[in-house]
C-alpha cells in the first residue's frame, strides 16, 4: 500500500468521513442488475469456495478480541470504528452487490483480535490496514510495523499487554517504508527511550529517504486518487465500501516517524536482536523502494512484509505512483524458497494471516513467485508479438494453477492493471501507432466524438439499450464522453453512474470498487469539497532535508506566469540547515546547496524549526517575520513576486468530470 509523505491520504477516511453535504440533491445507490447478479454468481462454480483452509488460518491462534470502543483523537474526531464492518458476517452469502470473491476476502480481513503465530510471536490484525507483529525475546519485546496511526497502536499494545503482561519494549522493525508500517510508531516508545539507546530501530537501507521523500512531488493528486482507492467518501455497507483488499480500511490518527538507529545494509545481514537470531534478506523496489524479509531462525518463520501475501498486489498502484517491477519481485520470493524453504514451518506478512507447515509454506511462496514472475514474462512475450497495453490486458489469462489459488486473486491489485502498469514498465505509455501519438485533450476530443455520433440524446439512446444487455464497460467508456462534452448534462451523468456502480459491484478488487462507487456517487450527487486535509506530519516534515523541500517550492511555481521573471535569493538556515541559493529564471527554481550569491536580491534568515513551522502552516512567513523568527534582507519585493508565482493546489479536483 502506500502511502508516502505528502500521501497521507491514508487518514482521510475521519476528515473525508465527515462530509455529508452533496452539491446536487443526492441520488441513492441502486441494487444489482440481473447482468451483474448473474455475474457475481458465476463465480461460485468457477473457484473453490468449499476450501476453508484460510478461515481456519485467520482463526488460528485467537487470543482476544479487539477492543470495541471507537477511538477517537483529542477533537472528538473519529480515528477508528472496529464496528464499521460488523455488516460483514463470516457464514453469510454475499449480497447481490459484492463480488463473492471479494466478500469471502472481506469476511477473512474482519477476523480480528490478537492471535499467536507460534510461541513468542503474537499479531494484531484489523485495528488499521496492516498487522503489527509483536515478538517477545529475552528482554523484553521487539514490535514489527506499529500501525499507521499512534492512537491504534497505542490501543494495539495495551492489549497484547492485557492479555500477555507488561514487558520493555526494546526493539523496532520497520519492514518497508509505507506508512502503514511506520506510522504509530509514537504510540509504541517514547523518542527519548530510543535516543538513548534503550530502543533499537531497524529499518531497510535507504528507508528514510523512501518514507520521507517517494512521490512528495505529486502528493496532491495522489492524495485526492487515494481518496477514491480506499472509499474514504463511501458509506461502509453492502453498497459501498466493503474493504480494500489487502485490509479494511485505514485509520485517522496521528502519523509518527522515529529514524532508524539500525539500518540493514547488506542482503544476508544477520542481527541478533532480543536473543533471537535474524536472518535478513534485502528487497528494494519490490512492493516499496525501500523492503526487507527475514527469518527467524528460533522460530522457523519468515516474515514476508508484504511481498508474499493473500492477494495479487499492485505492481501499479491506482492512486498513482512509480511502477513496480514484478521481475525482481518473483527473484527475491526465489531467493526466500531458496535460502529458507527447506526449514520454515511459518510464514507472516504484515497484512492478513500466516501459513503454516513446511509444504504450505513452500508452496505459497512459489504460487506467488510465478505469479509476479508469469505477469512479467507474459507482457513481454506478447507485447514482442505485437499486441498493445490495452489487447494484452484484454488477452491475458493466468493459467488456472495459479488463477484458481485464492492468494493470487485480485483483491488488491488485478492482473488487467498490473499488466498494462508492466507494459508501460518497459515500453512507455506508448503504443506505436501514430494515431496515438498526439491525440486531442478529453475535453476536445468528446465534442467531436459525441457530434460525430449524431448528438448526446443519439449516444444515450443506444447506451441505455447497451446497459439494459449488461455491457457496463462500454456504457461507461462511452457516457464519459457525453459527459465530458457537457457536464451539466445529468442524464448522462446518472447513466454513466449506473453502469460505474454495476462495474462495482462486479469488481473483485477493493481498489477497483471502489473507484468505480466513487466515481458514481461524484457523477450524481458532485464533488463535495469537504475540510482540505493537511497531509503532512510534524515527524515527516522533520525528516525532509533542505533539498526535498526546495524541490517541492520548485512544483508550485507556475511556469507560464514566471517564465519572464528572473531573481536569486539566499536562504540561511543556520548551524542545524545550511547554506542555499536559490535561482528563478525561465519559469524554472533551482537550488544549489552550500552556495551563497553576492548579487542576490534578499537574503532570507532563520532556522530549520521555523522553516519546520511553515511548512506545517502552523504559523505564515508573515507571522514568522513579524515574531523576529523569519529576517529578510534585500529587495523583499522580489520574494513576494516569487511567492505570487506560486500555485496553490486545490485537493477537490475533479476527476470523472471536466
Same mark, same amino acid.
Given at each position: 500500500?502506500?502511502?508516502?509523505?505528502?500521501?497521507?491520504?491514508?487518514?482521510? =477516511?475521519?476528515?473525508?468521513?465527515?462530509?455529508?453535504?452533496?452539491?446536487?440533491?443526492?441520488?441513492?445507490?441502486?441494487?444489482?442488475?440481473?447482468?451483474?447478479?448473474?455475474?457475481?454468481?458465476?463465480?461460485?462454480?468457477?473457484?473453490?469456495?468449499?476450501?476453508?483452509?484460510?478461515?481456519?488460518?485467520?482463526?488460528?491462534?485467537?487470543?482476544?478480541?479487539? $477492543?470495541?470502543?471507537?477511538?477517537?483523537?483529542?477533537?472528538?474526531?473519529?480515528?477508528?470504528?472496529?464496528?464499521?464492518?460488523?455488516?460483514?458476517?463470516?457464514?453469510?452469502?454475499?449480497?447481490?452487490?459484492?463480488?463473492?470473491?471479494?466478500?469471502?476476502?472481506?469476511?477473512?480481513?474482519?477476523?480480528?483480535?490478537?492471535?499467536?503465530?507460534?510461541?513468542?510471536?503474537?499479531?494484531?490484525?484489523?485495528?488499521?490496514?496492516?498487522?503489527?507483529?509483536?515478538?517477545?525475546?529475552?528482554?523484553?519485546?521487539?514490535?514489527?510495523?506499529?500501525?499507521?496511526?499512534?492512537?491504534?497502536?497505542?490501543?494495539?499494545?495495551?492489549?497484547?499487554?492485557?492479555?500477555?503482561?507488561?514487558?520493555?519494549?526494546?526493539?523496532?522493525?520497520?519492514?518497508?517504508?509505507?506508512?502503514?508500517?511506520?506510522?504509530?510508531?509514537?504510540?509504541?516508545?517514547?523518542?527519548?527511550? %530510543?535516543?538513548?539507546?534503550?530502543?533499537?530501530?531497524?529499518?531497510?537501507?535507504?528507508?528514510?529517504?523512501?518514507?520521507?521523500?517517494?512521490?512528495?512531488?505529486?502528493?496532491?493528486?495522489?492524495?485526492?486518487?487515494?481518496?477514491?482507492?480506499?472509499?474514504?467518501?463511501?458509506?461502509?455497507?453492502?453498497?459501498?465500501?466493503?474493504?480494500?483488499?489487502?485490509?479494511?480500511?485505514?485509520?485517522?490518527?496521528?502519523?509518527?516517524?522515529?529514524?532508524?538507529?539500525?539500518?540493514?545494509?547488506?542482503?544476508?545481514?544477520?542481527?541478533?536482536?532480543?536473543?533471537?537470531?535474524?536472518?535478513?534478506?534485502?528487497? $528494494?523496489?519490490?512492493?516499496?523502494?525501500?523492503?526487507?524479509?527475514?527469518?527467524?531462525?528460533?522460530?522457523?518463520?519468515?516474515?514476508?512484509?508484504?511481498?508474499?501475501?493473500?492477494?495479487?498486489?499492485?505492481?501499479?498502484?491506482?492512486?498513482?505512483?512509480?511502477?513496480?517491477?514484478?521481475?525482481?519481485?518473483?527473484?527475491?520470493?526465489?531467493?526466500?524458497?531458496?535460502?529458507?524453504?527447506?526449514?520454515?514451518?511459518?510464514?507472516?506478512?504484515?497484512?492478513?494471516?500466516?501459513?503454516?507447515?513446511?509444504?504450505?509454506?513452500?508452496?505459497?511462496?512459489?504460487?506467488?513467485?510465478?505469479?509476479?514472475?508469469?505477469i512479467n514474462d507474459q507482457t513481454l512475450r506478447m507485447a514482442n508479438e505485437g499486441l498493445t497495453r490495452d489487447e494484452i490486458a484484454a488477452?491475458?489469462?493466468?493459467?488456472?494453477?495459479?488463477?484458481?489459488?485464492?492468494?493470487?486473486?485480485?483483491?488488491?491489485?488485478?492482473?488487467?492493471?498490473?499488466?498494462?502498469?508492466?507494459?508501460?514498465?518497459?515500453?512507455?505509455?506508448?503504443?506505436?501507432?501514430? =494515431?496515438t501519438l498526439d491525440e486531442l485533450p478529453p475535453e476536445e476530443s468528446a465534442k467531436k466524438f459525441v457530434e460525430y455520433m449524431g448528438g448526446?440524446?443519439?449516444?444515450?439512446?443506444?447506451?441505455?439499450?447497451?446497459?439494459?444487455?449488461?455491457?457496463?464497460?462500454?456504457?461507461?467508456?462511452?457516457?464519459?464522453?457525453?459527459?465530458?462534452?457537457?457536464?451539466?448534462?445529468?442524464?448522462?451523468?446518472?447513466?454513466?453512474?449506473?453502469?460505474?456502480?454495476?462495474?462495482?459491484?462486479?469488481?473483485?478488487?477493493?481498489?477497483?470498487?471502489?473507484?468505480?462507487?466513487?466515481?458514481?456517487?461524484?457523477?450524481?450527487?458532485?464533488?463535495?469539497?469537504?475540510?482540505?486535509?493537511?497531509?503532512?506530519?510534524?515527524?515527516?516534515?522533520?525528516?525532509?532535508?533542505?533539498?526535498?523541500?526546495?524541490?517541492?517550492?520548485?512544483?508550485?511555481?507556475?511556469?507560464?506566469?514566471?517564465?519572464?521573471?528572473?531573481? %536569486?535569493?539566499?536562504?540561511?538556515?543556520?548551524?542545524?540547515?545550511?547554506?542555499?541559493?536559490?535561482?528563478?529564471?525561465?519559469?524554472?527554481?533551482?537550488?544549489?546547496?552550500?552556495?551563497?550569491?553576492?548579487?542576490?536580491?534578499?537574503?532570507?534568515?532563520?532556522?530549520?524549526?521555523?522553516?519546520?513551522?511553515?511548512?506545517?502552516?502552523?504559523?505564515?512567513?508573515?507571522?514568522?517575520?513579524?515574531?523576529?523568527?523569519?529576517?529578510?534582507?534585500?529587495?523583499?519585493?522580489?520574494?513576494?513576486?516569487?511567492?505570487?508565482?506560486?500555485?496553490?493546489?486545490?485537493?477537490?479536483?475533479?476527476?470523472?468530470?471536466?
Amino acid at each position: 500500500m502506500k502511502f508516502n509523505m505528502i500521501v497521507r491520504s491514508l487518514a482521510l =477516511a475521519g476528515i473525508l468521513g465527515s462530509v455529508s453535504m452533496p452539491l446536487l440533491a443526492a441520488e441513492a445507490s441502486k441494487d444489482a442488475t440481473a447482468p451483474t447478479q448473474q455475474a457475481n454468481n458465476a463465480l461460485y462454480n468457477q473457484l473453490p469456495f468449499s476450501d476453508n483452509t484460510d478461515f481456519t488460518n485467520a482463526h488460528k491462534g485467537f487470543i482476544a478480541p479487539l $477492543p470495541q470502543e471507537v477511538i477517537k483523537g483529542e477533537q472528538g474526531n473519529v480515528i477508528w470504528n472496529p464496528q464499521q464492518y460488523s455488516f460483514i458476517k463470516e457464514g453469510d452469502k454475499a449480497p447481490d452487490t459484492v463480488n463473492p470473491s471479494l466478500w469471502r476476502q472481506s469476511q477473512l480481513i474482519n477476523i480480528s483480535g490478537l492471535f499467536e503465530v507460534t510461541e513468542g510471536v503474537y499479531q494484531i490484525r484489523n485495528l488499521d490496514l496492516s498487522n503489527m507483529t509483536i515478538i517477545e525475546g529475552k528482554e523484553g519485546i521487539t514490535v514489527v510495523d506499529p500501525l499507521v496511526s499512534a492512537e491504534t497502536a497505542k490501543v494495539g499494545m495495551d492489549l497484547y499487554f492485557k492479555n500477555r503482561g507488561k514487558k520493555p519494549v526494546v526493539a523496532i522493525i520497520y519492514t518497508h517504508s509505507h506508512v502503514d508500517h511506520y506510522g504509530g510508531v509514537r504510540g509504541v516508545v517514547d523518542e527519548a527511550d %530510543v535516543k538513548s539507546g534503550k530502543v533499537k530501530v531497524y529499518a531497510p537501507a535507504g528507508f528514510m529517504e523512501a518514507a520521507v521523500a517517494e512521490n512528495i512531488m505529486a502528493g496532491n493528486v495522489m492524495s485526492r486518487r487515494a481518496s477514491y482507492m480506499y472509499g474514504n467518501l463511501l458509506k461502509p455497507d453492502a453498497k459501498g465500501q466493503v474493504g480494500a483488499g489487502l485490509g479494511t480500511t485505514t485509520s485517522a490518527g496521528t502519523v509518527t516517524l522515529i529514524t532508524p538507529t539500525n539500518i540493514i545494509e547488506k542482503d544476508g545481514q544477520k542481527e541478533i536482536i532480543d536473543g533471537l537470531t535474524y536472518d535478513f534478506m534485502l528487497a $528494494p523496489g519490490s512492493e516499496a523502494p525501500s523492503e526487507m524479509l527475514w527469518y527467524i531462525e528460533e522460530k522457523k518463520l519468515i516474515e514476508s512484509a508484504e511481498d508474499v501475501t493473500h492477494t495479487l498486489h499492485n505492481t501499479y498502484s491506482l492512486r498513482g505512483a512509480k511502477i513496480r517491477e514484478p521481475l525482481p519481485w518473483s527473484k527475491y520470493i526465489n531467493q526466500a524458497i531458496v535460502r529458507w524453504g527447506d526449514k520454515a514451518e511459518i510464514i507472516m506478512a504484515q497484512h492478513h494471516w500466516p501459513t503454516w507447515g513446511n509444504e504450505n509454506v513452500v508452496k505459497l511462496l512459489k504460487s506467488q513467485r510465478d505469479l509476479y514472475r508469469y505477469i512479467n514474462d507474459q507482457t513481454l512475450r506478447m507485447a514482442n508479438e505485437g499486441l498493445t497495453r490495452d489487447e494484452i490486458a484484454a488477452n491475458f489469462k493466468l493459467p488456472d494453477s495459479l488463477a484458481h489459488t485464492w492468494a493470487n486473486r485480485g483483491y488488491y491489485g488485478s492482473v488487467s492493471h498490473d499488466v498494462k502498469a508492466t507494459y508501460v514498465l518497459y515500453l512507455g505509455w506508448f503504443d506505436g501507432n501514430p =494515431a496515438t501519438l498526439d491525440e486531442l485533450p478529453p475535453e476536445e476530443s468528446a465534442k467531436k466524438f459525441v457530434e460525430y455520433m449524431g448528438g448526446a440524446d443519439a449516444i444515450l439512446s443506444k447506451a441505455k439499450t447497451d446497459f439494459d444487455q449488461g455491457n457496463y464497460r462500454w456504457v461507461a467508456q462511452v457516457v464519459s464522453k457525453v459527459v465530458f462534452a457537457d457536464p451539466n448534462n445529468q442524464t448522462a451523468r446518472n447513466l454513466e453512474a449506473d453502469a460505474l456502480e454495476q462495474l462495482g459491484y462486479q469488481a473483485e478488487s477493493g481498489p477497483w470498487r471502489n473507484f468505480y462507487l466513487t466515481g458514481a456517487q461524484e457523477l450524481r450527487n458532485g464533488v463535495v469539497k469537504g475540510p482540505t486535509p493537511n497531509t503532512a506530519s510534524p515527524d515527516t516534515v522533520r525528516a525532509m532535508t533542505p533539498e526535498m523541500f526546495f524541490d517541492y517550492l520548485a512544483v508550485h511555481i507556475n511556469g507560464q506566469k514566471a517564465g519572464d521573471a528572473k531573481s %536569486v535569493f539566499n536562504i540561511d538556515l543556520g548551524s542545524d540547515g545550511g547554506k542555499y541559493k536559490l535561482e528563478l529564471e525561465n519559469g524554472v527554481l533551482n537550488h544549489t546547496a552550500n552556495a551563497e550569491a553576492k548579487d542576490a536580491d534578499a537574503t532570507i534568515t532563520l532556522n530549520r524549526d521555523t522553516l519546520n513551522k511553515i511548512i506545517l502552516k502552523e504559523v505564515t512567513l508573515k507571522q514568522a517575520q513579524d515574531s523576529g523568527d523569519v529576517k529578510i534582507s534585500g529587495d523583499g519585493a522580489k520574494l513576494d513576486a516569487m511567492l505570487g508565482y506560486m500555485d496553490k493546489f486545490d485537493f477537490w479536483f475533479n476527476i470523472v468530470t471536466p
